[in-house]
């Protein structure tokens, strides 16, 4: 006597037929059951985070990781930067930064404990040693400025 076949058998009978698609490159360091697919345009470095709608960050997944142009995964553990597992249905927006790979460049120091921005005397005592000089007077920089590819900083 024969049988139908249900649907469901008919389905993986006809999945185990198609070519297997190849899983795109891991990001290193993620890890958890959600994946979260992207494409790298160049490459270059990228960050991958999570937000809530309003902007607020719930965790970053990858930071300046330097990957190639192409598919890549990304996974989450569905927990936020504290370790508390967010609650079901909690809408989240995946940012993904990219670009071209950072470097940084030391061009000068801030912060001179001279009254000059360079040393041309012994740097003193007490609040005399910690004053002076051009930009930070060793405090937290409190401005900013940017004209044409620079930013300077100041107090």
Not at 24 to 45: K, L, Q, V, W, Y
Not at 55 to 63: E, F, M, S, T, V
């Amino acid at each position: 006597m024969h049988r139908p076949r249900s649907a469901i058998a008919l389905l993986f009978a006809f999945a185990a037929t198609l070519p297997a698609q190849p899983a795109p490159p891991e990001i290193p360091g993620s890890n958890g059951a959600i994946p979260i697919r992207f494409t790298m345009p160049e490459d270059g470095t990228a960050t991958i985070a999570l937000y809530h709608p309003g902007g607020r960050l719930i965790r970053p997944l990858a930071q300046v990781v330097p990957l190639t142009k192409g598919e890549h995964l990304a996974r989450w553990d569905g927990m936020d930067l504290f370790g508390n597992l967010l609650p079901a249905g909690t809408e989240v927006e995946v940012r993904i930064f990219t670009g071209p790979t950072l470097r940084a460049k030391w061009e000068f120091g801030i912060a001179s404990p001279n009254p000059v921005p360079w040393p041309t005397k012994p740097f003193g005592e007490g609040t005399a040693m910690r004053t002076g000089g051009w930009l930070g007077d060793h405090g937290v920089s409190a401005s900013a400025v940017a004209v044409g590819d620079r930013i300077f900083l100041g107090k």
